[in-house]
């Protein structure tokens, strides 16, 4: 019988000795490793963070008192030990646990997260109202090192150092964002791990001069002179002590024994106190310690040799887009590659080891990063992002404000946009055709496989505008790679397959959903459809549209995007604006809700984008039109 068989909620791990609690930590490490190599997940993150969430656990009086996960990718083992252990082996998949906190899975989840960098504002309000409501319980939020970056998390910091709630903030640093750390604070973090023995120096010299009887003022001023002396000599104090906030650590984040006595600390203090712990990311899984960058977001893998399993041999679009922005810098050194904290997901890590002066990685910084390429821009350079549809949310702003209004060139690849599998609601990228279609100067396109990505990427920089690119998270279609890039006419869609009894216009690689269907609806039902690669989702091709939508007057759009205010709005306005009257449209898209966590197949399965689902809502929708035309049969088909 191992440990974790007596432990199901937080409680029951006060009962364990020192000892216990580290064959706990091993027995909690083998199951995260067994369920990420089954179903895929964030391995390494998760590993590093085991003894560090039992000292949590074991420090604070959980549900009680609030701990909220920064981006929650690393709660695993929170799960695992409040009342979740035994569903832990369903975590990102149909109907099972969330990869991320989630408030309606436990009430051990205070805050859903999914985006990095939230839980200090969160924290600190809850923190603010706690103490207006005259409540006593204690809010910790945990933070990693690359969460840290993130603009809205400094922006909080410095709002907490000047209101001065009581907060304890854990600051998780291993080192790495998903790919090693970069930025001042990375180094600043860095120097106060290595400068301990001078942080504690001025500690004990504090507490000294403060416990001496009888001290006079010019002993304390003394002191605070040293102080200052040493500060500016040899170590600047920490960054959170000049923002208001007391530092402790470094503290030993694979130590429960001595985490457990700094947060007993903590709890004393009733203004905000940062506890810097350092963990190992990926600890005791020599694979994932030798390589947390691939076992960040991992995939399935054979636990015996930490290889992964291998999921067919067709490129990712990310991996296209990373390739093609690459030949190209070969060719034009004005382009510059940008990423915040994503350069191996979105494929862009091969243009920084060939040309690191042509790549940024800004760390978590979506919005610096838009401002960023719109300074490049006007300097002259080719700014090319790769961001994920998710993460470009974050932007909208700059994206509006700085880029629309002035018209500042910029290409944008979209990664994840659409439905993505496995990590729910917060990193869908169903937002970005609603978001963007309204806005002036945008160009916006769809590819419908990894070759057109290449075409795309080249004509993007040669329009010379800002110009947004949207590919999923998935494999690409497998169709071979042109040798030579070509543009793609400005604005114009294209056809794929022609048929009268209706027209399909598609966004995206569910062209090939689609033509599959279309094969099907042929041989099967003797229905012939159009199907249009719409390609240009911004402008998009209004004559062509017109022309096909005045031939069948059935008309399909499909998109994995929100329907509401997406593609499929857009048409439908478009026929309203040119009265048109006499027509039957069928809109598929994702239904304005919460997304489940799913495989991006059952999803698509969910909104009938799949072939089959295309299959049976387009021959539902002509069955419904040959009705009504019977019914009506003096209707005006003008
Ligand atoms: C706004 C936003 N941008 C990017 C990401 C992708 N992302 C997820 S985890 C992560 C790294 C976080 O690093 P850190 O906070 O140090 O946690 P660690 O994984 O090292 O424990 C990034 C960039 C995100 N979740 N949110």
């Known amino acids: 019988m191992g440990i974790l068989d007596k432990v199901n909620f937080p409680s029951d791990l006060k009962k364990l000795s020192f000892q216990e609690l580290d064959r706990l930590s091993a027995e909690i490490r083998d199951i995260i490793i067994d369920v990420v190599s089954r179903s895929g997940?964030?391995?390494s993150s998760n590993l590093g963070v085991v003894d560090l969430t039992l000292s949590l656990h074991l420090t604070f009086n959980t549900p009680r008192d609030k701990i909220i996960w920064d981006v929650g990718h690393q709660s695993y083992t929170?799960?695992?030990?409040?009342?979740?252990?035994?569903?832990?082996?369903?975590?990102?998949?149909?109907?099972?646990?969330?990869?991320?906190?989630?408030?309606?899975?436990?009430e051990y989840d205070c805050l859903n997260t999914g985006h990095a960098s939230t839980s200090l504002a969160f924290a600190s309000g809850m923190a603010v109202a706690r103490d207006m409501n005259e409540k006593d319980f204690h809010i910790i939020a945990v933070l990693g090192d690359g969460a840290l970056t993130g603009g809205m998390a400094l922006e909080a910091l410095n709002h907490i150092g000047q209101v001065k709630q009581r907060l304890i903030i854990v600051l998780n640093d291993n080192k790495m964002s998903i790919s090693p750390n970069v930025g001042g604070i990375s180094k600043h973090?860095?120097?106060l791990v290595a400068g301990r023995p001078?942080?504690?120096?001025?500690?004990?010299?504090?507490?000294?001069?403060?416990?001496?009887?009888?001290?006079?003022?010019?002993?304390?001023?003394?002191?605070?002179?040293?102080?200052?002396?040493?500060?500016?000599?040899?170590?600047?104090?920490?960054?959170?002590?000049?923002?208001?906030?007391?530092?402790?650590?470094?503290?030993?984040?694979?130590?429960?024994?001595?985490?457990?006595?700094?947060?007993?600390?903590?709890?004393?203090?009733?203004?905000?106190?940062?506890?810097?712990?350092?963990?190992?990311k990926g600890k005791g899984y020599q694979p994932a310690a030798d390589n947390p960058v691939s076992f960040h977001s991992s995939a399935p893998f054979d636990i015996q040799n930490g290889k992964f399993i291998k999921l067919g041999n067709k490129p990712s679009y990310s991996k296209i887009f990373g390739q093609t922005v690459l030949e190209l810098v070969r060719k034009d050194n004005k382009i510059i590659a940008l990423t915040a904290a994503m350069p191996e997901g979105t494929g862009l890590d091969i243009v920084q080891k060939e040309f690191p002066d042509n790549f940024f990685d800004v760390s978590i910084a979506e919005q610096y990063m838009f401002d960023f390429a719109g300074g490049l821009s006007l300097g002259g350079m080719k700014p090319v992002i790769g961001i994920y549809s998710t993460f470009m949310q974050r932007a909208i702003d700059q994206i509006i404000h700085d880029f629309t209004l002035m018209d500042i060139?910029?290409?944008?690849?979209?990664?994840?946009?659409?439905?993505?599998?496995?990590?729910?609601?917060?990193?869908?990228?169903?937002?970005?055709?609603?978001?963007?279609?309204?806005?002036?100067?945008?160009?916006?396109?769809?590819?419908?496989?990894?070759?057109?990505?290449?075409?795309m990427i080249y004509t993007g920089i040669r329009l010379n505008r800002i110009v947004f690119i949207r590919y999923p998270k998935e494999p690409g279609v497998g169709v071979g790679l042109d040798k030579r890039y070509k543009e793609i006419p400005f604005a114009k869609a294209e056809i794929m397959r022609d048929g009268r009894d209706a027209v399909v216009f598609a966004v995206g690689p569910l062209v090939y959903q689609v033509m599959e269907a279309a094969e099907k609806l042929a041989k099967r039902d003797r229905i012939n459809i159009t199907v249009?690669?719409?390609?240009?989702?911004?402008?998009?091709?209004?004559?062509?549209?017109?022309?096909?939508?005045?031939?069948?007057?059935?008309?399909?759009?499909?998109?994995?995007?929100?329907?509401?205010?997406?593609?499929?709005?857009?048409v439908q306005e478009l026929l309203i604006s040119e009265s048109i009257k006499k027509y039957n449209i069928l809109s598929l898209g994702v239904s304005e809700e919460i997304i489940e966590v799913a495989s991006r197949q059952e999803l698509l399965e969910k909104y009938h984008m799949d072939s089959g689902g295309l299959v049976r809502e387009i021959r539902k929708f002509l069955k419904k039109n040959i009705l009504n035309r019977i019914l009506n049969p003096n209707i005006d088909r003008r």
């Open 41 to 43: 997940g964030h391995l």
């Open 78 to 106: 929170h799960k695992i030990i409040t009342g979740r252990k035994e569903s832990i082996f369903t975590i990102r998949q149909k109907g099972g646990l969330a990869g991320y906190p989630d408030i309606h899975e436990s």
């Open 189 to 191: 973090l860095n120097y």
């Open 198 to 280: 001078y942080i504690r120096l001025k500690e004990i010299l504090q507490s000294v001069m403060s416990s001496i009887p009888g001290i006079g003022k010019s002993m304390v001023e003394v002191a605070r002179k040293i102080e200052v002396l040493m500060r500016t000599m040899m170590v600047p104090g920490s960054l959170f002590d000049e923002l208001g906030v007391k530092y402790i650590g470094p503290i030993n984040g694979h130590n429960i024994k001595e985490m457990i006595k700094e947060f007993e600390e903590a709890k004393k203090y009733d203004f905000p106190v940062l506890l810097h712990v350092v963990t190992k």
């Open 409 to 455: 060139p910029v290409v944008v690849g979209i990664d994840r946009a659409g439905l993505v599998g496995g990590d729910g609601s917060t990193h869908q990228g169903i937002y970005d055709i609603a978001l963007l279609r309204s806005l002036p100067n945008v160009v916006m396109m769809a590819p419908k496989d990894e070759n057109e990505l290449q075409h």
């Open 532 to 570: 249009v690669n719409i390609r240009y989702v911004k402008p998009f091709d209004k004559e062509l549209i017109l022309k096909l939508v005045r031939k069948t007057r059935k008309i399909i759009t499909v998109e994995d995007g929100i329907k509401n205010g997406g593609f499929g709005s857009m």
